[in-house]
């Protein structure tokens, strides 16, 4: 009896480490889990902050000058689904607001300031340091070139601005990445003013992508 009863404690202590072992191996493949999630899963989001440029392209007479202008954005992203897929096309979709400014270094004198919506495509590979992507948009600038005439590109205060762009990532680490992006840009007004030209311009952007 006493050899049972000096046991007893020995056993208590056996059946608790037992117990507690599938517990830890949970929290362990948890932590796993949780290490293993990529910037780009579902409900991630991205805050990029960039600086560019763009010039026009085919303007060189009085009433289409040529254009360059020095541009600021900032940019909050969402992630809308998981990566998905096989191959190089494997990738996940994000939606974008972009909020961007800028004034004319060359051509008419002035600034424009407004809001745009992007769709875009990141290609992400597991793993991966280098992650391209491709992207579409949609605004509208709010703008004092206007003003300058006989030029008819920019006709009004109020212009659409759509937009295409290609881009690539380096990821530093997951929650940090320097970006290089190139975009075409078409400034116009949809005839709401008399003067609407139109400007189409090429330039990019380069800049932080912050994801949290």
Known sequence: MRVIVSLLPAAAFAAV????????????????????????????????????????????????????????????????????GEGALRGNLEFLTEIVGGGVVDGPSGGMAGLSLLLRYNFVQPDAHWVPYFQIGAGALYNNIHENEPQRLIGGPFEFNLQAGLGLRYLFSDECAMFVEADYRHISNACLYDRNAGMNSVGGWLGVSLFF
């Open 17 to 84: 480490f037992l117990t507690l072992q599938p517990a830890s191996f949970a929290g362990k493949e948890m932590k796993s889990v949780l290490e293993a999630r990529s910037p780009f899963d579902q409900g991630a989001r991205e805050l990029q902050i960039g600086l560019g440029g763009f010039t026009s392209v085919g303007n060189y007479s009085e009433v289409r000058p040529h254009t360059t202008d020095v541009d600021a954005s900032v940019r909050l992203g969402w992630m809308l689904t998981s990566p998905a």
